[in-house]
């Protein structure tokens, strides 16, 4: 990457954050970010392999955007940070919930062919099509560390355990009508989920 180029995405998320302060200052909070501008900056971290500035930028999400679960790909770019930082515990809890919030996703990453399952997708977030503009890819040179480690960690009793049980769940969703099962096998999903959100 040239030094144009570098600048050039600095400035590009210099004019985000800029936007981003506009937008609490005129409403008082992050309220009216309809682009999504909020989920842009990591990507453009990852860009220049800017893992400090990365981390700051989600801690400063996990603070102003405590709400916001976010979608699979920005959590897919948390995970990566978090490893690149050093913060191997968390990253593991980060890939979790990026595997929660599109089963898919991981196994793209990894090259993996794409299986289709017959599960009801509950968002778009959870379909296969989101893939199709997926940026990153294990063939990365920048990223070939963390795909070793992310292949590691698909094999450990941890990851093998809840991605499973994950599953199970969401196909007895696809079936059970609504009703006080179908509510119990939600609590069961959020259960699961809430075990592996990073503070």
């Known amino acids: 990457m040239t030094p144009l180029q570098i ?3 600095q ?3 210099s004019k985000i954050k800029r936007e981003l302060a506009a937008d609490k200052k005129r409403h008082g909070g992050y309220c009216d970010d309809s682009r999504g501008l909020r ?3 990591p990507s453009l971290y990852l860009k220049l392999h800017d893992y400090k500035g990365a981390m700051r930028y989600f801690q400063w999400f996990a603070k102003n955007f405590d709400d916001d679960s976010g979608y699979p790909t920005f959590l897919f770019e948390w995970s990566i940070t978090l490893y690149k930082s050093g913060r191997i515990a968390d990253a593991e809890s980060m890939v979790m919930l990026t595997f929660f919030s599109n089963t898919y996703l991981i196994d793209w990453f990894l090259g993996k062919e794409k299986r289709l399952s017959d599960i009801k997708l509950q968002s778009n977030w959870q379909s296969a099509d989101l ?3 997926f940026p990153y890819s294990h063939r990365d040179p920048a990223l070939s560390d963390f795909s070793d480690w992310l292949t590691l960690f698909m094999l450990s009793e941890k990851y093998t355990r809840y991605s ?4 199970e ?5 696809s079936d059970e009508p609504a009703g006080t099962r179908r509510s119990q096998l939600v609590d069961g999903l959020v259960a699961i989920m809430d075990m592996f959100i990073v503070r």
């Open 39 to 41: 989920y842009l900056p």
């Open 11 to 13: 400035k590009k998320i």
């Open 169 to 173: 769940i969401q196909q007895k969703l």
């Open 7 to 9: 600048e050039r995405i």
């Open 131 to 133: 893939l199709d503009d």
């Open 164 to 167: 499973q049980e994950f599953l």
